[in-house]
């Protein structure tokens, strides 16, 4: 599976500690910027998860349909 996009190349993480967690913000814009961005990942991520859960039950659901069906037809 792909990851989405990493926040905008000028807000990439970046630390003279060396930690490449942490994001070098200079300004309030910026920050808001990379918090929207983050945010966008977060329901990408939201989305595709539901999706895979929904499609994972349904096809649960026929799977149970069809073995009650096959269970009747044998008593």
Do not use: C, Y
């Not at 599976?1 to 630390?15: Q, R, V």
């Not at 967690?21 to 910027?33: A, D, K, M, Q, W």
């Amino acid at each position: 599976s792909s990851s989405p996009a990493a926040p905008t190349a000028a807000l990439a993480p970046t630390s003279s500690s060396g930690d490449a967690g942490e994001p070098s913000i200079s300004s309030p814009h910026e920050l808001t910027e990379w918090v929207e961005s983050l945010l966008d990942n977060l329901q990408t991520r939201f989305d595709r998860m539901d999706r895979a859960a929904a499609e994972r039950l349904d096809e649960m659901g026929k799977r149970l349909d069809r073995l009650e069906a096959g269970v009747e037809a044998m008593i």
